[in-house]
């Protein structure tokens, strides 16, 4: 799939329906956050207030990615609900900008 077919597949009506479907399925909680949470809880690992919490699923991830597997696109099994920060690691992109603000807030304290 090209990136143009990929744009024209986010804005049409079956992927707009299929994705509140699926974040209804996951009840709007990020499926990341709970397996880190019940990971941290089985191995005694104790999380930061900010990691203990299931954030909310806005975004719907394609398990197999879509460009790769178009065939998929619409298929229960290979989307996932999933807040922002969790999808962003899914697709190794950590956003830089509050990496650096987090960076610099623990630097002002010394
Ligand atoms: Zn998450
Ligand atoms: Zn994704």
């Not at 992927?15 to 909680?29: H, Q, S, T, Y």
């Not at 975004?59 to 999933?82: C, F, M, R, S, Y």
Request: proline share 2%.
């Amino acid at each position: 799939m090209t990136d143009k077919e990929a744009k024209h597949f986010y804005n049409s009506k079956e992927w707009k329906e299929k994705r509140i479907d699926i974040l209804i399925r996951d009840r709007n909680e990020c499926q990341d956050c709970i397996v880190r949470i019940r990971k941290a809880i089985e191995e005694g690992i104790r999380l930061t207030p900010e990691d203990r919490k299931v954030r909310r699923a806005t975004e719907v991830h394609h398990i197999q990615e879509l460009k790769e597997h178009p065939e998929l696109a619409l298929v229960d099994d290979n989307l996932i609900g999933l807040c922002h920060t969790c999808h962003d690691i899914r697709h190794n992109r950590h956003t830089l900008v509050r990496r650096k603000r987090k960076k610099r807030l623990t630097e002002e304290r010394w």
